[in-house]
């Protein structure tokens, strides 16, 4: 049996079991499994578990960088816009800031 092959019966096995016991975390998961003959580990039953069903492969859940930024009531304060407009003009343009921050990101 192929490797990819066993994985994907594993996760599916953790699927159909949430079906029926949602509630369960993913200790009880691998307990219950173990109990009906099939080994799971911990990690893959909470990555089952909880992974999201809208989220695209590779993403991580990461957050624009501008959305980081916000202060406690979801405004940009004027600090970060002050120092945003700076930027910009320290490279010429609000493209070439786009640009940098996107780099800067890869390598956060």
Do not use: C, F, W
């Not at 096995?13 to 499994?33: F, H, M």
């Not at 003959?37 to 859940?61: D, E, Q």
């Amino acid at each position: 049996m192929a490797r990819g092959t066993r994985g994907a019966n594993k996760s599916q096995a953790i699927r159909d079991y949430l079906a029926t016991n949602p509630d369960s975390g993913p200790k009880q998961i691998v307990e219950d499994l173990r109990k009906q003959g099939t080994k799971v580990s911990l990690a893959l039953a909470s990555a089952v578990k909880y992974k999201s069903p809208n989220k695209k492969p590779g993403k991580r859940g990461r957050r624009p960088a501008a959305a980081t930024a916000h202060n406690g009531n979801g405004h940009l304060a004027l600090e970060h816009l002050l120092a945003a407009k700076k930027l910009v003009e320290q490279l010429g343009s609000v493209s070439a800031a786009k640009q940098a921050v996107d780099a800067l990101a890869k390598l956060s």
